[in-house]
């Protein structure tokens, strides 16, 4: 399947400091692909890279063929980007907003206007087209944001934490308009919501540093994940004296407390048996195999400490 | 060629005409405030400079002066407030559009506003006060206040792109824009600074915007020197724009 999306090599720097670094990536045609990192990790750099808003300080990317140092032009007429923040014209109304990206398009009234009347219907902004944004919710504005992204019908939509800030409704809705928009474009997705890639995405990408850490399906990734091992170990009483002692065992590779409840993750199968051996006699109110979520994969590979 | 900087153009239009009413209030104010103060309430002391009646004399100035502050204000207030606020120049800049586009868009803004704000003084002056003109000196009038808007609009897209923080834009007005028009004769006939002052006074862009117009509304004939000036500066500031506005967005 040829490729919308390549990256060759791209590095980003800003001094010595690289936000992106040697960064190479291809993306299917017609697929939902998703980014992930914590905050800092890249991802929006990434983007305006392949937005062409900011030059690679090493390397080339192309979308849809087009080279984002050598046909920009080209490449931003067949993208449609929805960036983290609305950035609707608040003087001008929601149809007005559409409108004026069709223009800046070059797309003529009767080209953009049917298709204006189309996404408004989509969005459910049909019977709020000659109201102002500010006057929107949260939810609605992003709705219009992706409507505006596709008036001019993208080959490629770049979404940069579209649910950001978004109540569960409004997230769910945009995900089902995400969903619609599979195999007739390419999509192209960072998130901070593990769930939100699990439920979109046919590829994700986990990185950080500016660097890829795991890729692949949703279901690849965790599957990988749950050949770590990981029990949940719930005590009686006082537990405090356990995360010592199974910090210190051999064939354990971390320990998490949460009160009285322990997530240890072992080296491998063969831990199981010593570890029941070591557990005998304490007072053990629950033990069970933790199914690895998306998120666990997330912070195993990018730790558990905030970002700024 | 240039279609993106005409949908800019045109969205700024639409958004002016908005509030078309309310924006010539305020800019109408000012000026007609500064004629009836000077105009009126210094006749009875300054009769006539250079042979022309006072009230006669600053007229030209006013109105000058207001298209060129609307085109920097426009301009610059534009410029800030979509990249910072709004981030709509982020919107455009994802599109098929070029730099040229969104500043020549920017340019086209100022300069309209200056033009429509300036001949609503002009109107208002001439129905308020005996200000009259020979008509015929018009249109190279309205060449000179077309450079100096276009000149002005350049300044406020400079400052608009360059500058982060709103207070700085008043503080620029405050330092800059305000002193140079002032110090080029809007009230006052050169002849009264010192002669070693003189010739760089001339220089200024501001007094070839404001001699000039002068010149051209009373007397149909802008000197040569101020007409270069004009040209010069206008292609210098645009040039300064375009240049700063591409660096700003490669930051």
């Given amino acids: 399947m040829p490729h919308a999306i390549t990256l060759n090599d791209i590095t980003k720097a800003y001094g010595d400091f690289k936000a992106v670094d040697r960064f190479s990536l291809e993306v299917e045609r017609g697929t939902v692909f998703g980014l992930l990192g914590p905050n800092g990790a890249g991802k929006t750099t990434l983007i305006k890279i392949l937005t062409t808003l900011m030059r690679p300080t090493l390397g080339d990317a192309f979308v849809e063929g087009f080279s984002v140092l050598a046909q920009g032009k080209a490449v931003r007429r067949v993208i449609g980007v929805v960036p983290q923040e609305n950035n609707l014209d608040r003087y001008l109304t929601a149809r007005e907003n559409l409108i004026l990206h069709g223009r800046l398009h070059g797309m003529s009234p009767s080209a953009y206007n049917p298709r204006i009347d189309e996404l408004l219907e989509l969005t459910g902004l049909a019977s709020r087209q000659r109201d102002f944004p500010d006057t929107f919710s949260g939810g609605m504005q992003r709705r219009l944001v992706v409507a505006r992204a596709l008036v001019h019908e993208p080959r490629v939509l770049f979404l940069d934490e579209p649910t950001t800030g978004l109540d569960p409704q409004s997230r769910r809705a945009l995900w089902e308009y995400i969903r619609g928009l599979r195999r007739k474009m390419t999509v192209f997705l960072t998130t901070h919501y593990m769930d939100e890639a699990d439920a979109l995405c046919d590829r994700i990408m986990i990185m950080d540093h500016g660097v890829s850490l795991a890729d692949g399906t949703a279901a690849q990734l965790k599957d990988a994940f749950s050949r770590a091992h990981v029990y949940e170990v719930e005590f009686r009483g006082d537990s405090a004296g356990h995360e010592a002692r199974l910090s210190a065992l051999p064939f354990v590779r971390s320990v998490v407390r949460n009160g009285t409840t322990f997530n240890i993750t072992l080296a491998g199968e063969d831990s199981i048996k010593p570890l029941m051996d070591h557990l005998v006699g304490a007072e053990i109110r629950r033990i069970c195999l933790k199914e690895p979520t998306l998120e666990d994969v997330f912070i195993s590979l990018t730790g558990e400490k905030v970002r700024e | ?251």
């Fill in chain 2, 1 to 251: 060629m240039f279609r993106g900087a005409f949908s800019i153009w045109g969205r700024d239009l639409l958004v002016l005409r908005r509030s078309i009413l309310s924006e010539l209030i305020s800019v109408v104010a000012y000026p007609l405030t500064l004629y009836l103060a000077f105009g009126f309430g210094l006749r009875g002391y300054i009769t006539d400079v250079e042979g022309v009646p006072y009230s006669l004399f600053i007229a030209p100035g006013l109105i000058s002066m207001t298209a060129v502050n609307a085109a920097f204000d426009e301009s610059a207030w534009s410029m800030w407030f979509h990249r910072r606020v709004q981030r709509t120049i982020e919107e455009y800049r994802v599109t098929p559009v070029t730099v040229y586009d969104i500043v020549i868009g920017k340019i086209f803004s100022g300069f309209s506003q200056g033009a429509i704000k300036g001949a609503v003084v002009f109107l208002v002056i001439m129905l308020l006060t005996p200000f009259r003109i020979d008509y015929s000196h018009l249109p190279i009038y309205l060449l000179c206040i077309a450079i100096s808007s276009m000149t002005f609009s350049c300044v406020g897209t400079i400052c608009g792109t360059v500058i982060d923080k709103p207070e700085n834009i008043g503080r620029m007005q405050s330092v800059v824009i305000v002193p140079l028009i002032f110090m080029a004769g809007i009230f006052f006939p050169l002849s009264s600074y010192p002669p070693a002052v003189l010739p760089f006074i001339k220089l200024l862009p501001t007094t070839a915007i404001f001699e000039g117009s002068r010149d051209a509304l009373l007397s149909g004939f802008v000197p040569g020197y101020y007409l270069v000036n004009l040209v010069l500066s206008a292609a210098l500031c645009f040039a300064i724009a375009v240049f700063t506005f591409n660096r700003k967005m490669a930051e």
